[in-house]
């Protein structure tokens, strides 16, 4: 299972590097400005590509018809996935709170506290993690390249809703205690959706025709 | 002696091509070619070893064991497996492939990789998408060899390759087998590879079993009987597996050359190869070619 970890890893990192650099330069204004919107998606964009690079990678080279023949299981195969897709994740999401803390203190004209905003930060990571728990299955079972679409529309379906229900962004983050309270229900929703996403996937892999 | 593989009855349906009661046997120490034209169902015979769970019926056996859905980790780890393509992440080189699989596999022995890299002239840090198919493929073979499986099955890991690459392939395969417990599965339609190092051959036509033999007893018993079209007015199409008419005369493939030499002995008997063997069994069948042209 390490070698596929690792495997993975060369994978995601492949674009890794040049994809952090991007972000780390597009940040700049960001930071200085104090602008916590753009800094609590960086780990969205982040895991959700390096996953997606991954799958991508190994659809390419149609990787998954030689795993079927390596000494692990379907669900060693898919463990690691998802151990290397949460790991980006954990990584992105403390990269994502440096630079809020960052940004906090670099920048003057931020409204909010520090807490608050490294609050927000994890209250986003937590949600992104079951975004994952739902995309990860989906491109199981319908493939990368459709993948993609299925990504976009995950991605898009919240921002339309807060488009729809507008609510004060700006309020909340003054509210400790609504953000609290998001986080704690997050948190457990977010390891349910990780461990069901995980048996789904394994029986998607395991039912599925790698050579059809 | 025991044998290393065995399928028996296997069955599976892909749409309109089904692969029927197909059964042979591996002996441990040996080499099976696994022969017949393209879509006749070698590809999917080796993917059902590999996972049965695909199989509509039947039953698959490795190393004795008999393998239900899918195949033990235990078992997997003595395997070795070649496909016609390369199916490893294009931006790795062989050390990072060597790097993974000595992490998956338990046996992996990496001086053992390093010796083949280098006897057979294969690039260390040469990216996947930057090497020959013949690079990639010899690769290919020296990863499922460094891991010291008992069984190495190969899925036409040949076909597309110049003859000086296949040669440096075959001599490999021939190292591999130095040792007499290992076997290997040797699916291919270049029937000279085979002849070089299969001893047993196993022919599949559109999902049917032909045949399952020895490869010397094929080429002892077997034998093409050539004459004119007068000579051949004499003989019974049932002593013969295939005749073909040509303009220049008649050639027939017969099963049992001694009785048939002795039957018919004003026609010319010449030796016969595997591809001779597979072109009569699978080919069209008897015809005249005044009535296709």
Same mark, same amino acid.
């Given at each position: 299972m390490i070698g596929l970890m690792y495997k993975d890893m060369m994978l995601a990192t492949l674009n890794g590097k040049s994809l952090l650099i991007i972000l780390?330069?597009?940040?700049?204004?960001? +930071? /200085?400005?104090?602008? /916590?919107?753009?800094?609590? *998606?960086?780990?969205?964009?982040? *895991?959700?590509?390096?996953?997606?690079?991954m799958f991508a990678y190994d659809n390419l080279n149609k990787w998954d018809r030689y795993a079927m023949v390596?000494?692990?299981?379907?669900?060693?195969?898919? %463990?690691?996935? $998802?151990?290397v897709a949460y790991g980006l994740w954990l %990584? *992105? /999401?403390?990269?994502? +709170?440096?630079?809020?803390?960052?940004?906090?203190?670099?920048?003057? *004209?931020? @409204?909010? /506290?520090?807490?608050?905003?490294?609050?927000?930060?994890?209250?986003?990571?937590?949600?992104?993690a079951v975004m994952l728990a739902i995309i990860i299955p989906l491109i199981y079972k319908f493939g990368a390249e459709k993948g993609r679409i299925i990504i976009m529309v995950i991605i898009l379906l919240p921002t339309v809703i807060i488009q729809i229900i507008k609510p004060d962004v700006a309020s909340l983050l003054e509210h400790r205690m609504d953000m609290d309270s998001i986080s704690?229900?997050?948190?457990?929703?977010?390891?349910?959706?990780?461990?069901?996403?995980?048996?789904?996937?394994?029986?998607? $892999? @395991?039912?599925?025709?790698?050579?059809? | 002696m025991a044998n290393c593989a065995e399928v028996s009855k296997l069955c599976k349906r892909y749409g309109d091509f089904f692969l029927e009661d197909v059964s042979f046997a591996i002996p441990e120490g040996t080499v099976m070619g696994l022969i017949g034209e393209n879509g006749a169902g070698k590809s999917t015979i080796i993917r059902l070893m590999l996972k049965p769970s695909y199989k509509d019926d039947g039953k698959v056996f490795l190393f004795g064991q008999h393998i239900g859905t899918s195949v033990p980790v235990a078992v997997k780890d003595d395997i070795g497996v070649?496909?016609?393509?390369?199916?490893?992440?294009?931006?790795?080189?062989?050390?990072?492939?060597?790097?993974?699989?000595?992490?998956?596999?338990?046996?992996?022995?990496?001086?053992l990789f390093l010796r083949l890299l280098k006897r057979f002239d294969v690039p260390e840090k040469k990216k996947m998408k930057e090497m020959s198919r013949g690079n990639k493929m010899k690769l290919s073979i020296i990863c499922a060899i460094a891991h010291r499986p008992r069984l190495l099955v190969l899925d036409e890991p040949t076909s597309g390759l110049d003859p000086l690459v296949r040669s440096a392939m075959l001599d490999l395969l021939q190292t591999f087998m130095e040792d007499e417990r290992r076997s290997i599965l040797f699916s291919s339609h270049i029937t000279v590879d085979l002849e070089r190092i299969a001893d047993h051959i196993t022919c599949i036509h559109n999902g049917k079993l032909r045949f399952s033999e020895q490869k010397d007893d094929l080429l002892n018993k077997y034998a093409i009987f050539k004459g004119t079209r007068q000579q051949f007015e004499q003989v019974g199409s049932e002593d013969f597996i295939n005749i073909r008419y040509d303009r220049y005369g008649v050639e027939a493939l017969c099963k049992n050359k001694e009785e048939a030499a002795k039957k018919y002995p004003q026609l010319t008997q010449d030796k016969v190869t595997i591809d001779d063997i597979l072109s009569h069994s699978v080919g069209n069948k008897s015809y005249q070619e005044s009535e296709i042209l």
């Open positions: 780390l330069i597009m940040l700049i204004p960001f +930071i /200085t400005s104090g602008s /916590t919107t753009m800094i609590t *998606t960086i780990p969205m964009i982040m *895991t959700l590509l390096l996953t997606m690079t390596l000494p692990l299981t379907d669900g060693q195969v898919v %463990a690691s996935r $998802y151990a %990584a *992105t /999401t403390i990269l994502g +709170i440096v630079v809020s803390v960052i940004s906090q203190s670099v920048s003057k *004209t931020m @409204e909010t /506290t520090i807490g608050n905003t490294i609050w927000g930060v994890v209250t986003s990571g937590l949600a992104i704690s229900i997050l948190a457990p929703v977010a390891l349910v959706a990780i461990a069901l996403s995980f048996f789904v996937s394994v029986r998607i $892999y @395991e039912k599925k025709d790698h050579f059809s | 070649v496909f016609d393509e390369c199916y490893y992440p294009d931006t790795c080189n062989a050390l990072q492939m060597a790097i993974i699989f000595s992490n998956i596999y338990t046996k992996w022995d990496n001086a």
